[in-house]
C-alpha cells in the first residue's frame, strides 16, 4: 500500500546504465517525491551525465505521447513541484579523477548517442519542452541540498547516493550541524565488505572514485564529525549484486526482439521506453556476456528500492540501528577505507568482535530461486559489539524476485 505521505528524496548520482534505470524506477514510485537530482562525476563526466537525464526524461515522455494510459504509471514525470536539476563535483575532493567508461560507455548509456541517435536530445528541445518535469538551477549541489534540508521538516528527506560520495561529503565539511539535525535517512550504494570489488579487486566503484570522501563520512578520526550513522543504510556489493535482471527474462517478457549492438533496437517497433531501455542495455550485455554473466546487476536500482521502503523515522535513536520495513535486515559493521595506492577504495572490516543484529540470532540463509529473501554471506561477520559503532548496511532485502517484479510492472507495465 503506498503511504498517503510521500518520502521526500534527493537523489545524488553520476547517470549510468543502472543509475537511469533506477531514476526511472523513482520515477514510478508513488512512494516518492523527488526534490532534486544532484549530477556528478563518475560512470562518465559529469556534463554526460547532466544530459542523461534529459535522455531518460525525453524517453518517459514519448512513452506516455504514443501510450496516453501511462501518463498514472509515472506519478513523478510531471509532478506539481518539479524537481531541481543541478550540476555537482566534476571530480573527487582529493585524487585522480576515474570513470567508469569501461562499463558505461563515453555517454554513459553504452554510447546511445552515436548508436541509436533518434535518442538524443535536441537544444530547442532543452529550452522548451522540460519545464513540466525539472528546472535547472547554477546553484551548487551543496548550496541546493542545504536549501531544501532547511525548508522541510526536520528529520524527513532521504538523501540516496547512486555515485561517488563527493556530493555529501562536501555537504558535511561545509554545513555539518544541519545535516547532522535535519537529514531524515541516508541510502549509499557502496562497497564490498566480504566480496570482491567490480572496478578493482579490492575495491567497488562508488566508493574507489572519491575514496576520501567515503572516509570521512563512514569512518572519520571522530565519530561527531561523520553522518548519523543511526540514520545510515550501506548497499555494499555484498548485497547489491545478489539483486540481477537476467537478459534471457528481459526479451521473454519485455521486448523479444533485443539482442546486443550486433541487432540494435529499431525505434519503429516497440513502445519508446522499450527502444529506449533496450538501446542502452545494448553494449551492457555485450559487457557482462565477457565476465561470464548474462544479467544487469541491480545496485542502484536495488538503492532506491530501500529508499522507498524505509521511510525516515525520527523514532531512530542516536545509537542502534535504523528502522526498517519487513523484509529489510540491517547490521553495523566498523571498517576503515583505504584511499591510496593499488588498493584504493578497500573497505578493511574490523573483525575483532562479535556481530550486532537487529535480530538476537540472525542465521544466514543461502540465496536460491525459491528463496523469499535475498541477504549477504555473513557467516564470518564480526562486527562491533557496541551499537553506536560501525555502519549499518543491509544484509537481507525481500529478495532479488521481489525487486524483478517492481521494476517489471513500475518501468515498463508489465505484470510477472
Known amino acids: 500500500m503506498v503511504p498517503t505521505k510521500k518520502i521526500p528524496v534527493i537523489i545524488d548520482t553520476d547517470p549510468g546504465v543502472d543509475d537511469v534505470l533506477a531514476i526511472l524506477l523513482a520515477l514510478a514510485s508513488p512512494e516518492l517525491e523527488i526534490l532534486a537530482y544532484i549530477v556528478s562525476f563518475g560512470n562518465t563526466d559529469v556534463h554526460s551525465s547532466y544530459e542523461n537525464i534529459y535522455r531518460l526524461y525525453q524517453a518517459v515522455g514519448r512513452q506516455i505521447a504514443s501510450h496516453p494510459e501511462d501518463k498514472a504509471r509515472f506519478p513523478n514525470y510531471a509532478p506539481d513541484v518539479p524537481p531541481i536539476l543541478v550540476t555537482g563535483p566534476d571530480g573527487p575532493i582529493e585524487g585522480e579523477r576515474h570513470s567508469a567508461i569501461y562499463f558505461h560507455g563515453r555517454d554513459g548509456l553504452g554510447n546511445i548517442s552515436q548508436t541509436h541517435p533518434d535518442l538524443n536530445v535536441s537544444p530547442d528541445d532543452k529550452d522548451h519542452a522540460f519545464h513540466a518535469n525539472f528546472t535547472t538551477t547554477s546553484k551548487s549541489g551543496v548550496q541546493v541540498a542545504l536549501e531544501l534540508l532547511q525548508s522541510r521538516e526536520e528529520r524527513s528527506i532521504t538523501y540516496i547516493v547512486l555515485g561517488p560520495l563527493t556530493g555529501l561529503a562536501l555537504l558535511m565539511r561545509q554545513h555539518q550541524e544541519v545535516v547532522q539535525k535535519r537529514i531524515g535517512r541516508v541510502v549509499i550504494m557502496g562497497g564490498a565488505l566480504d566480496v570482491p570489488g567490480n572496478v578493482t579487486p579490492a575495491a567497488e566503484f562508488n566508493i574507489f572514485a572519491d575514496a576520501h570522501a567515503a572516509k570521512r563520512l563512514l569512518c572519520p578520526a571522530s565519530p561527531e564529525n561523520g553522518l548519523p550513522l543511526e540514520r545510515v543504510m550501506l548497499l555494499p556489493l555484498d548485497i547489491t549484486t545478489l539483486h540481477e535482471l537476467t537478459f534471457p527474462f528481459y526479451v521473454e517478457r519485455v ?115 525459491n528463496s523469499p529473501s535475498a541477504e549477504a554471506e555473513t557467516d564470518d561477520l564480526q562486527i562491533p559489539t557496541d551499537p553506536a559503532e560501525g555502519v549499518p548496511y543491509v544484509v537481507e532485502t525481500p529478495g532479488p524476485e521481489a525487486l524483478v517484479r517492481l521494476l517489471t510492472k513500475r518501468v515498463w507495465g508489465i505484470d510477472v
Open 255 to 369: 521486448d523479444p526482439t533485443f539482442e546486443s549492438t550486433r541487432k540494435p533496437s529499431i525505434e519503429s517497433n516497440k513502445p519508446p521506453l522499450v527502444h529506449f531501455s533496450s538501446a542502452f542495455f545494448e553494449r551492457s550485455r555485450e559487457v557482462m556476456i565477457e565476465f561470464g554473466k548474462d544479467v544487469l546487476e541491480l545496485h542502484d536500482i536495488a538503492a532506491v528500492w530501500c529508499a522507498l521502503e524505509n521511510p525516515p523515522d525520527s523514532a531512530d535513536k542516536e545509537v542502534g540501528l535504523p528502522s526498517t520495513s519487513p523484509g529489510w535486515i540491517v547490521m553495523r559493521r566498523k571498517f576503515d577505507i583505504e584511499r591510496t595506492g593499488e588498493t584504493a577504495g578497500m573497505m578493511i572490516p574490523d573483525r575483532g568482535t562479535r556481530a550486532l543484529s537487529q535480530l538476537e540470532h540472525h542465521v544466514p540463509r543461502s540465496v536460491d530461486s
